[in-house]
């Protein structure tokens, strides 16, 4: 029995150890395999040591364990790719970015500069500006400163106290705005209410305060080239106001003095024409030819003398403005023939002849200052005469249409230089090559002629060739009443 | 005879032309200013009268507008001797009833006793 026992034991054991190791060994090797891959190690070893059935599961599980690895590896490759190209790219990218960092670093920099130069240049033309406004508002001159849209965007003190204003009144407002304004409607009425370009024109604000004023208009771009300049777009109008009291006020002392000091002239002067005359006509006493001779020659430089002075006085006139008097109806061609006839010994002295040519159809009356009109062909015959030669001929005549009658006389004299012809018209002037020849005359005769003649509305002018001649030419308006009638 | 009064402040001139005038066989007085020509003319009653503008005390609008209110001396015609000539000057003493203006740079003794001869005769 217990041999039984012990047989059957025994036979269990063995039964049981076959099952061990057939089994149960491998199958917790196999658990432990698994904890391991668990764990993340594929290389725990799988034993195989049977040909049974579960020897071939493990043998398909190491094939999958082998697979698993393969593709880890394939994994951990990929994987280690992917990272030197995500460092790579990383390289790259932070290189990029340390670059556009340098860029922007720069760019900060340029920017941090300009600004800078760009505060320094606003401070600059802040500068500069406040010098020019401090320049502009300390100028003697009044200014008045238009922008393009023609409103007062600036007014200096002297502007301000020209016209007792203050810049808050006027700022913005445009020209015609002026008008309501009390103290600037003298200027709003001088300049027509228009910013039309004026070169120093005066006007006389207040008892003893006369000033010029001049509109220029102001443009962007080159002011050296005036056929630019039209292109130009127009940024504003300038009102320059000048204060020319004491020029006038010393204009006139000037004039007053030349006046007083011809009055005071005329008198002693008037003495020895007189006392010569008496002399002559041998109203003291007998004289013999010789002092005669000498008498008549003290009696023609005495004579020049108040011409002289008769010019100057004429002068003295315009200047004070008082020149022309009284306007009358006079016919030119008649004024003409009179005034030659107070030049008949000088004409029959020199041998000349002098044709007045009027025209058959009677001319219309022209209404005139006769005296002073009389003193233009006055001095355009005594010119003529004077710088002509003996013998030759002077002619004088006359066109008229339904506006003006023209007068001209024409010599055949000295003719007046090309050098010279702007300065025919201004005072003191005399032709260069007539000084030498003819010492009488004062310089005042045209400039005399011209203020006449503009004074009447009408215009002078000359043709002259050096020793061929001169014509000299005067229109004056024909006063049509019924023209006037028809404007008025 | 006709007398002729010349009120003129400037001597030489009054003197030259009294002579003129005497020797033509007028009887001639003179006067240095408007105040004393205004005393001779009420004392002589002239039958004319030469007369400057500017003189001292009076000057020659005075004595004309003087003589336009005194009755008796009214009509004695004047003749105007000036110094300057300016047109208003003129047009002034014609309208005080100045019989002529003679502008003394541009007229002569001579002229001027032609025009006294005009108005008074001989």
């Known amino acids: ?488 | 005879m006709k007398k002729i009064l010349i009120i003129e402040d400037e001597e030489v001139l009054s003197d030259l032309l009294r002579k003129k005038i005497e020797k033509e066989g007028y009887e001639a007085y003179a006067a240095p200013d408007g105040e004393e020509g205004l005393k001779i003319m009420r004392e002589i009653m002239p039958d004319l009268i030469l007369l400057d503008i500017l003189m001292p005390k009076k000057g020659g609008f005075e004595v004309m507008e003087e003589m336009n209110r005194d009755e008796t001396i009214k009509n004695i015609p004047v003749i105007i001797i000036s110094n300057s000539g300016q047109p208003v000057e003129l047009d002034k003493a014609k309208a005080l009833g100045a019989k002529d203006c003679l502008v003394k740079t541009e007229f002569d003794p001579q002229e001027v006793l032609d025009k006294v001869k005009e108005y008074i005769g001989k």
């Open chain 1, 1 to 488: 029995m217990i041999l039984i026992a012990a047989a059957g034991s025994l036979s269990f054991c063995v039964i049981f150890l076959i099952f061990y190791r057939l089994i149960i060994k491998p199958v917790l090797n196999l658990i432990n395999v698994c904890r391991e891959i668990i764990k993340g190690n594929l290389n725990a070893e799988i034993k195989i040591n049977s040909r049974t059935e579960i020897g071939e599961l493990f043998s398909v599980f190491a094939d999958m364990l082998e697979e698993l690895k393969i593709s880890r590896a394939n994994l951990e490759e990929a994987k280690s790719i992917l990272e030197i190209k995500v460092i790579a790219r990383t390289q790259e990218l932070s290189e990029l970015i340390a670059q556009q960092e340098k860029v922007i670093a720069q760019k900060t920099k340029d920017l941090e500069e300009r600004i800078k130069d760009s505060i320094k240049a606003r401070a600059k033309t802040e500068e500069e500006k406040n010098t020019t406004i401090a320049v502009i508002s300390s100028l003697v001159d009044g200014l008045f400163v238009f922008d393009k849209n023609n409103r007062l965007s600036f007014i200096n003190h002297r502007g301000q106290s020209f016209f007792n204003i203050e810049p808050q009144e006027v700022t913005g407002k445009t020209l015609s705005d002026f008008k309501n304004i009390k103290q600037l409607f003298p200027l709003y009425n001088f300049l027509n209410g228009s910013l039309e370009p004026l070169l120093q024109k005066e006007l006389e604000l207040k008892e003893g305060l006369t000033v010029s004023v001049s509109v220029v208009p102001m443009s962007k771009g080159k002011h050296n080239n005036s056929s630019a300049r039209m292109d130009n777009e127009k940024t504003g109008t300038l009102v320059i106001v000048r204060d020319i009291s004491r020029e006038k006020l010393v204009e006139k002392m000037k004039t007053e003095f030349v006046s007083l000091t011809a009055h005071q002239l005329r008198t002693p002067l008037s003495a020895i024409k007189w006392a010569l005359r008496m002399l002559l006509d041998k109203d003291i006493g007998k004289i013999n030819k010789e002092q005669g001779a000498f008498l008549e020659r003290i009696y023609r430089s005495n004579e020049r003398m108040i011409h002289l002075i008769n010019d100057l006085l004429n002068v003295a006139r315009i200047e004070e403005g008082r020149f022309l008097y009284q306007f009358t109806p006079i016919q030119l061609e008649e004024l003409t023939a009179s005034t030659i006839n107070s030049f008949n010994d000088k004409i029959q002295k020199k041998k000349m002849k002098i044709k007045l040519i009027v025209p058959e159809k009677k001319m219309p009356a022209v209404k005139v200052d006769a005296e002073k009109i009389g003193i233009v062909i006055f001095n355009l015959l005594d010119n003529a005469i004077d710088y002509s030669s003996e013998k030759s001929k002077i002619e004088i005549s006359f066109s008229s249409n339904y506006k003006e009658i023209t007068f001209a006389i024409k010599d055949n004299g000295a003719g007046i230089p090309n050098s010279q012809k702007k300065r025919i018209f201004s005072k003191f002037f005399r032709g260069e090559n007539v000084i030498k020849m003819e010492t009488e005359g004062t310089g005042l005769g045209m400039f005399i002629a011209k203020n006449i003649i503009d004074a009447h509305h009408g215009k002078i002018w000359f043709e002259s060739e050096e020793k061929k001649g001169t014509t000299f030419y005067f229109t004056l308006p024909i006063e049509n009443e019924d023209r006037k009638a028809l404007h008025s």
